[in-house]
């Protein structure tokens, strides 16, 4: 029997880069683990996580996530890594060699645009994207505010 009352913790939050999806079209996604050190994992389950500016990179044949900011665990005792360091992020092989060839194209960057949990751990959705001209920014923003205008009258 459930007890009635206070609600359920709805789970682990998820962090999306919103500015990602307005300065980039999105062409396509993998999902990606990452390797994280001391308490990181808590940060990222109270949600202390920052994506705009982060970016991934192929060195070595390992795909690294650069720029992303994990703030400090509070409760942290000993070790406590550094916000901004690479990580690495977990995929196959195949997968790496093929966003390599996507990565090398004109154009193209790899961007993170968002980190949740899955099973237990925390993945990363990097998307290979191309960068939107100022004009494509202008139009995506009159669309928005004319789907606004008809739900206003509706």
Same mark, same amino acid.
């Given at each position: 029997m459930v007890k009635k009352g206070k609600p359920r913790p709805s789970g682990p939050p998820t962090i999306l880069n919103r500015r990602a999806r307005f300065d980039y079209e999105i062409l396509e996604t993998y999902e990606a683990g990452i390797v994280l050190v001391g308490a990181e994992v808590k940060s990222v389950l109270a949600g202390k996580v920052n994506l705009s500016g982060a970016h991934a990179r192929i060195r $070595?044949? *390992?795909?690294?996530? $650069? *720029?992303? $900011?994990?703030?400090?665990? *509070?409760?942290?005792t000993s070790y406590v890594p550094d916000r901004q360091r690479s990580r690495k992020l977990l995929l196959h092989r195949r997968e790496i060699s093929v966003l390599r060839r996507r990565s090398e194209e004109r154009g193209l960057a790899l961007i993170p645009t968002k980190v949740y949990f899955r099973n237990g751990r925390v993945k990363v959705e990097i998307a290979v994207a191309r960068g939107k001209r100022q004009y494509d920014k202008r139009r995506t923003l009159a669309e928005k505010d004319t789907r606004r205008e008809l739900e206003r009258k509706q």
């Open positions: $070595d044949g *390992e795909l690294w996530l $650069d *720029e992303m $900011d994990v703030a400090p665990y *509070e409760k942290a």
